[in-house]
């Protein structure tokens, strides 16, 4: 993936660690405090976790009174913070913390380090799980979603596991903030499945769609084969060196180069996250070739490019992509057929998009004539198999849902287009979701397990239920702790 595209999954923390003052002796000690402060930082800066604090608050530059929340709001509103982590230092102050969240409106991380032995004289320095409990229940007050990391410390691993899960739950959030979807000309008028509300997904969401019609993609795609810049160059030969074998033509390989330049610019013009595009028979006859594999070699850039106009399938994509913090590029397929000898197995496949960087070691990627209607510029491979992610936003009258499932790629048939099997724990159940709705045939496939971020990150997004398949929503809940 294109740095320029990962960089956009990047998530920047408001630190807001706090403290409670007390006035008995011995008690929630300041300098302990202080010192926990420091290994938290201590530990996101080894983890390469970007964050703005609060040294400018105090001397302590910890959160201690209410009246500051104010001040630490607008630093972090100021410093465009994607989400909060507001560890508990001691006890903490839990007005300040739900003030705080309130006003910044982002993903709020709660966690305390867990608390040490009583001292001789019955004395305790921190009480942070005692405070996290007032915590969590003044949030509820107010209104506050949050997440919850269980009472450890930085080096334990139920610590980093959650740590790592809410930073990819908060790119989730992050990405559909501001979220503009380009569309290349209407859906194909047989696929009502694809049909979505634009004003819904506005008034909901704050999702814009922003259309553009083929001739106006087919004026840009002539001017670049027309002028020739080296970028054309440059493009053509890109495809060349990355592609094992290539059946088509130069001409055709050049349609292929220039068409993607043109959505490319088209999109940065725009600032568009992701495209749904009509790619069918008018499609191909205005360009002269299939944009199966400009829309596969553009999502593997990181600017996914989704067959048959499909809108929601743009919109999960893009959630899927920022829940891997762009480690891995998406897929959006077809949910077709059962495996002919498992029967929790089903392929997922498409004409030819999956991304070349997906590719299984045991496959040859190949550039050629679209297996169906014959036009050039149309892939061919097999992706990777190992743990995969399948997800689906989609809704029906207003009410919308995120379907989550978790699988492993396995060997199966061969295939035309790109495909991967894949085996789930149960497929009936699998099946059945997905026939009571409010879902079609498309998917969105990413290698890693990110259905615990995904579901999380609807915690944060109102009007979105998340619909977990396999793991079950308890074993997400309890993901933690297992």
Known sequence: MLEEYKQKHRVKIGLAPTRRILTRKNFFNKADAIKEKDIIEDTLDQNGIEYVNLDFLNEEGLLYQGCDSDRAAKKFIEAGVDAIFAPHCNFGTEDAVAKLAKKVNKPLLLWGPRDGAPKQDGSRERDSQCGLFATSKVLQQFGVPFTYIPNTRVEDALFKKGLKNFISAAAVVKSMTNLRIGQIGTRPAGFWTVKCNEEELLERFGIEVVPV?????????????????????????????????????????????????????????????????????????????????????????????????????????????????????????????????????????????????????????????????????????????????????????????????????????????????????DWMKMENRLINGPYIHHCTGVHGKAAVALYEACKYIPGLTPDPVDPTREEIENFLIR
Request: charged residues 25%; hydrophobic residues 40%.
């Open 213 to 425: 019609t083929i001739p106006e993609i087919k004026s840009s795609m002539d001017e670049i084969l027309s002028v020739k810049p080296v970028i054309l160059k440059e493009t053509f030969n890109d495809i060349k060196i990355k592609i094992d074998r290539i059946d088509i033509n130069d001409e055709a390989l050049q349609k292929t180069a220039a068409l993607k330049i043109a959505i490319r610019q088209w999109a940065d013009a725009e600032g568009l996250s992701a495209i749904a595009m009509l790619c069918n028979k008018p499609v191909r006859e205005a360009f002269g070739i299939t944009p199966c594999f400009t829309m596969s070699d553009l999502t593997d850039d990181g600017l996914p490019v989704i067959c048959e106009t499909d809108i929601h399938g743009a919109v999960t994509s893009i959630m899927t992509q920022a829940a891997v913090l762009g480690d891995s590029a998406t897929f959006l397929a077809d949910m077709t057929v059962r495996h002919p000898e498992n029967d929790n197995a089903e392929l997922l496949w498409h004409c030819g998009v999956f991304p070349q960087s997906l590719k299984s070691r045991n496959s040859k990627t190949v550039l050629n004539n679209h297996y169906g209607a014959n036009f050039p510029g149309a892939c061919e491979w097999e992706i990777e198999g190992g743990d995969i992610t399948v997800s689906r936003f989609d809704g029906v009258s207003g009410e919308y849902k995120l379907l989550l499932a978790e699988g492993r790629g396995i060997q199966g048939p061969k295939n035309n287009g790109t495909y991967v099997w894949v085996e789930f724990r």
